[in-house]
C-alpha cells in the first residue's frame, strides 16, 4: 500500500506557473503508473494526466495538453505537475493517484487508481 501526499498548491495570476508535488511513502513507488485529477467546486473529478511506471509516456487531457507536464523520479518516490500558462479555469483540488492493475481503458478514469492523496487547492486569478 503506498500513502500520497500533494504540496505546492497556491493562488497564481493567469498566465502563472506553478508546481505541484506528490510524495509517496511506500517502497515500492516505480511499480505504480501515476495519474493526476482535478476537482472543481460542484463538478466531478476530471483526469489531467498520467505517467507511466518507469516515466517513459505521458498523456494529458485535452484541456491541459500543451500547457502541463507530468514527471516523475522514483528514487525520490515522487511525481510532479508543473504548470504553465495557467488560467482561471485551470482552478480546483488537484490529487495525484496510483495505480497498480492500469489499463487503456481506465487509465483516464478515476476508477483506475486504488489509492489517492488528500488534495491540493490551486486557484488562479484572472
Known amino acids: 500500500q503506498v500513502q500520497l501526499v500533494e504540496s505546492g498548491g497556491g493562488l497564481v495570476q493567469a498566465g502563472g506557473s506553478l508546481r505541484l508535488s506528490c510524495a509517496a511513502s511506500?517502497?515500492?513507488?516505480?511499480?505504480?503508473?501515476m495519474g493526476w485529477f482535478r476537482q472543481a467546486p460542484r463538478k466531478e473529478r476530471e483526469f489531467v494526466g498520467m505517467?507511466?511506471?518507469?516515466?517513459?509516456?505521458?498523456y494529458y487531457a485535452d484541456s491541459v495538453k500543451g500547457r502541463f507536464t507530468i514527471s516523475r523520479d522514483n528514487a525520490k518516490s515522487t511525481v510532479y505537475l508543473q504548470m504553465n500558462s495557467l488560467r482561471p479555469e485551470d482552478t480546483a483540488v488537484y490529487y495525484c493517484a496510483a495505480s497498480v492493475s492500469i489499463t487503456k481503458l481506465t487509465m483516464t478514469s478515476k476508477s483506475g487508481y486504488a489509492y489517492w492523496g488528500q488534495g491540493t487547492q490551486v486557484t488562479v486569478s484572472s
Open positions: 505517467i507511466t511506471r518507469s516515466g517513459e509516456t505521458t
Open positions: 511506500g517502497r515500492t513507488f516505480s511499480s505504480y503508473v
